[in-house]
């Protein structure tokens, strides 16, 4: 010990030393309350969106036009999904309010089962609401699935530049055999059922199955037909080339048949349906609904683990069960 050391030294290291275990309890103390918070608003988020208090569409004018999208491919799991236009549409034509609905499509198409599912419904709803007239307006496209779905509407409405048709039915691939052979790849395939290695792309092309394939291809292109001549019955001008899988725009469309008139979903709804005020009934994602699903997983394992973490410091106690 220095002849320098004051006297009392011990005690002045002590409280240091307290002082500094202090201070690191409260820190710890309040990053445990700040997670405590942040589980709490994250769990009360998801309540709100398990409740449905989040959301929910303001009430509708005493008349209205409804507004269903399809935007995008039609697919299962997509925005444009059956699942999504068919609750849309549910709903508009249930409101006692809806003079009328627009079907606002730009879409190049998609699933033949999606496209026949909204079709069916569209079918069900016009034969339930008969005073409920539904039109269909496009805008910059409507092909192929997106049109098996506007045949069903009452009429399509296009504008000049809107690119509509596409009545037809595709399957594609690629063949890799080329390829594999300047690789010296060998493809070993094994299946139990000579069919079950169906177009299988790292094989030869089998014309059997390829012939398979086109009468497959056929028969789904016949029920889009049938469809469409269903749908317009008398106004369609028919052609060798309307279910070639070619495109027309707007006005051409008009010409054809394929379409009845030019026209915006605003002129629509003020000069057809004579109930200018538009509501939008697509089913949409709410804020909480994107946070939950983009962040749902990852904050709650974030804050899983630094609740487990802060407990064992002490800070916070979890029970396990």
């Not at 820190?27 to 409740?51: D, E, P, Q």
């Not at 444009?80 to 609750?87: G, R």
């Not at 594999?180 to 395939?189: A, D, P, Q, S």
Request: hydrophobic letters at 40%.
């Amino acid at each position: 010990m220095s002849e320098n050391t004051p006297p009392g030294w011990e005690r002045s290291v002590l409280e240091k030393l307290a002082l500094a275990s202090v201070n690191e309890q409260r820190r710890t103390r309040r990053w445990g309350i700040f997670f405590k918070f942040l589980a709490f608003a994250y769990l009360f988020v998801l309540l709100f969106i398990a409740m449905g208090w989040m959301g929910k569409r303001d009430r509708a004018p005493e008349k209205h036009t409804a507004v269903v999208d399809i935007n995008g491919v039609i697919a299962p799991g997509s925005a444009a999904s059956a699942e999504n236009i068919v609750q849309g549409l549910t709903e508009a034509f249930k409101d006692k309010r809806t003079q009328g609905v627009v079907l606002r499509i730009n879409s190049p198409g998609g699933s033949p089962v999606q496209a026949g599912y909204i079709s069916d419904e569209i079918k069900r709803l016009r034969a339930k609401y008969p005073e409920i007239p539904l039109y269909a307006v496009v805008e910059d496209v409507c092909a192929s699935g997106g049109y098996y779905v506007a045949a069903a509407t009452d009429k399509i409405f296009v504008n000049q530049a809107s690119l509509i048709g596409s009545i037809g039915v595709l399957m594609n691939g690629f063949g890799f055999t080329g390829t594999m052979e300047k690789l010296g790849v060998e493809r070993r395939l094994l299946t139990a059922g000579e069919n079950k290695g169906f177009l299988d792309p790292f094989s030869p092309v089998n014309a059997e199955q390829q012939a398979h394939a086109k009468k497959m291809l056929n028969e789904i292109h016949q029920q889009f037909v049938d469809i469409v001549r269903k749908g317009r019955g008398n106004r369609l001008k028919e052609t060798p080339e309307t279910f070639s899988g070619l495109l027309w725009v707007g006005q051409k469309s008009i010409e054809m048949g394929l379409a009845d008139a030019l026209g915006s979903t605003e002129q629509v709804a003020r000069d057809v349906i004579k109930a200018e005020e538009l509501v939008d009934f697509t089913p949409r994602e709410n804020v909480a609904e994107r946070l939950a699903r983009r962040f749902g997983t990852s904050m709650g394992a974030s804050i899983a683990e630094s609740l487990v973490k802060l407990g064992e410091s002490g800070a916070v106690q979890l029970p396990l069960r």
